[in-house]
């Protein structure tokens, strides 16, 4: 591990200009690449002390050995340089979407002489006209299917065309009207390639056009008495308006855009691109990524424009780009947009209207990508197999830890303190074992600590302590461990639990404190064959007990993939947990502990008084004049009142006032 200030540049020998730096590691290989406006601002924010640095950036300096950097003219070229850099060294610590599928295209190959449609992946190529991306090949042989009725455009492969013309017999979509036949001369080059002209323009979204003049065509040929020829443009049209349906028109406009969406979370991000033209969504594609660099969801935009766009010329760049945040420095960006299209372009963010509903869908389809990717992620058996293994081999287990059990503490300042566990067995979870606990400050008999001074080391201790001491229980009680066995767990009103089968391996939500305090638990019950570990959010490291260096697992690991899919698990339900406590403690009325009083008289004070701060102001005989009301239930009512105290003041949440309690209240 280097020490940044052995590499360190003095502040004079660094540019107070745009450029493009590189950081470089003990072997020369290029680690990281970035962009500045001023490269003596933004390299000095690396030589920071490294406790101020975010964890993937201090984890960098100390990987890189040297920092050089190259001065450039304009913060655009910054940004073409930095770009071309990228995809030469390929850096370890930039972000780099890969393609979550090889997206399939139409197209048409207007650089032959009898220009052929056909579905191609892979790299563009010079003049050959694309639309899409399709999400499947199928799609696109649907909608070209369709539209052959009415351009009769080439779709087979070069030999195929050679044989025909040698033989002097089209092929059979020659026979039947979707192809114009030119291997065999039925039309000359310059009309073939008018249909495909008029095939492009109408993949294009110039539609209106060609639907408008095959009606007029069909009325004539109906005048004169043509019905053949005017059933078949009959057909013909409704051929291309099915063709349009598989492109739903979603602006009104006639916009040329493309929606850009993110869903992340502290580990990945997955970007969603639908290519509008011509009001439509004529293509749809997606990238899920790493995040192995210290960036925001502005940097992700500005990674995604330039991986979807480095390459990209002419009108391949729309007029419009629609993103959920800005890039840091928007107008560059918005000029290298321009340069690679050749006219401006507009990059913004869509505040309202048809434009930002559609990137609501955009942003749902990216989660459910991100959520895919995950779950598939997870689901590989021989992925688990592998982070089992790399988890037992980093904690020195002696096996794979078949059952984990993972433990979070959840609460709002020291309120509502609850926690969770939950069960994965064989690297999935085991939703059937999830189990909450509300934390009392008690283990056993014994009192541990009060409401004063709650914290997440003691509440984690009083947990792990409670659901081993149900383990010790059913195992004193059967004599062996019984997978089924189920124990009356008295701080849960007697509820039968299963808690009889231990784990392999505790995992604890937090770092050395938590972990030592799980780790005591245990050892006061006497239990020495259960590995425990905690992971820290912040660095996302390993903690054993009594060790002063966390296990630092690789980024890429399987192993920690599945740790942090564990603890991210056991904060969800923890979180889910103490919210419905609160909602419920909010929604306690005072005159819930009036015995007998129901549901429908305790409306009946309320909106009689207009609320429960004037209820508590009223005497016995006032509350007495309420219709159902007699007058040992009224004294009931002012003595549980009287006991519960005065109400915390409402506050309202959007803008943090305190409301008056002169209106309508809950019971």
């Known amino acids: 591990m280097a020490d940044p200030s052995s590499y360190r540049p003095k502040p004079g020998q660094i540019p107070d200009s745009p450029g493009v730096y590189k950081f470089r590691d003990e ?80 197209a048409v190959t207007m650089n032959e002489e009898f220009p052929r449609v056909q579905v191609m992946r892979g790299h563009k190529k010079k003049g050959v006209r694309y639309f899409g991306p399709y999400a499947h090949a199928w799609a696109i042989r649907e909608t070209v299917d369709l539209m052959l009725r009415v351009f009769p455009v080439r779709t087979c492969s070069a030999g195929v065309f050679r044989n025909a013309a040698s033989a002097g017999r089209p092929c059979l979509l020659g026979y039947i009207g979707k192809c114009s036949a030119p291997c065999v001369g039925r039309v000359t080059p310059e009309e073939h390639r008018e249909l495909a002209e008029e095939f492009s323009d109408f993949m294009a979204g110039r539609t209106g056009t060609y639907i408008r003049r095959l009606e007029k065509q069909m009325m004539l040929a109906a005048e004169d008495m043509e019905y053949e020829k005017a059933a078949r443009l009959r057909d013909d049209i409704e051929a291309l308006r099915r063709a349009m349906e598989k492109n739903a028109v979603v602006l009104a406009d006639a916009t040329d855009a493309d929606l850009i969406a993110l869903a992340e979370d502290e580990l990945e991000a997955a970007v969603q691109i639908f290519h509008v033209r011509g009001g439509r969504v004529r293509g749809q594609r997606g990238w899920v990524t790493d995040k192995v660099e210290a960036v925001d969801t502005a940097g992700l935009v ?3 424009l330039q991986q979807l766009y480095g390459e990209e010329t002419g009108d391949t760049v729309p007029k419009e780009v629609l993103v959920p945040a800005l890039p840091e420095d928007a107008e560059s960006v918005s000029a290298w947009l321009a340069g690679r299209r050749g006219s401006g372009v507009s990059l913004r963010i869509p505040q309202r209207g048809d434009k930002k509903d559609l990137m609501e869908t955009v942003a749902r389809n990216a989660q459910q990508a991100l959520v895919l990717h995950k779950t598939k992620r997870a689901s590989d058996l021989t992925t688990r197999s592998r982070a089992l293994e790399e988890i037992a081999e980093a904690l020195d287990l002696d096996s794979a830890p078949l059952r984990i059990e993972c433990f979070d503490i959840s609460h709002l300042q020291g309120e509502d303190v609850v926690a969770s566990m939950v069960v994965f067995e064989d690297g999935l979870p085991r939703k059937s074992e999830y189990r909450r606990f509300q ?140 919210r419905s406590k609160r909602t419920k403690r909010i929604r306690t009325s005072p005159l819930d502990a009036v015995p007998g009083l129901g549901e429908t008289r305790k409306q009946a004070l309320v909106k009689h008084f207009g609320s429960v701060k004037r209820l508590r102001q009223a005497t016995i005989e006032q509350i007495c004049e309420v219709p159902g009301m007699g007058r040992k239930t009224a004294e009931a009512v002012v003595v549980a009142l009287a006991q519960a105290g005065p109400a915390a003041p409402a506050v309202n949440t959007a803008t943090g006032e305190i409301m008056e309690d002169d209106g309508g209240g809950t019971a």
């Not at 190259?70 to 780099?96: C, G, H």
Request: aromatic share 10%; with cysteine.
């Open 439 to 578: 934390i009392k400050g008690r283990v056993g008999d014994t009192q541990v600590w009060h409401g004063e001074g709650q914290d997440d080391v003691r509440s984690m201790h009083e947990v792990i302590s409670r659901r081993f001491r149900r383990y010790l229980l059913e195992k004193e009680k059967t004599g062996e461990w019984d997978a089924e066995g189920v124990v009356e767990d008295p701080d849960e009103a007697g509820r039968p639990r299963r808690f009889a089968y231990p784990p392999q391996l505790v995992v604890v939500d937090g770092g050395q404190p938590q972990v030592a305090a799980a780790r005591r638990a245990l050892d006061e019950l006497g239990i020495d064959d259960i590995a425990v570990c905690g992971l820290a959010k912040r660095l996302e490291e390993v903690w054993l007990p009594g060790d002063d260096d966390p296990v630092v697992l690789p980024r890429s690991s399987e192993g920690l993939y599945l740790l942090q899919r564990v603890r991210d698990t056991a904060h969800d339900f923890a979180i889910r947990y103490q």
């Open 27 to 106: 072997h020369r290989r290029v680690i990281y690449v970035g962009k500045a406006k001023s490269l003596r601002q933004r390299l000095a924010n690396y030589f920071q002390p490294l406790t101020s640095l975010h964890p993937r950036t201090a984890t960098m300096v100390t990987t890189a050995a040297s920092v050089e950097w190259t001065v450039v003219s304009t913060e655009v070229e910054a940004l073409q340089l930095e770009y071309s850099w990228i995809k030469e060294y390929d850096p370890r610590f930039n972000v780099k979407y890969r393609d979550d599928k090889s997206y399939p295209y139409l």
């Open 302 to 304: 500005e990674h995604a």
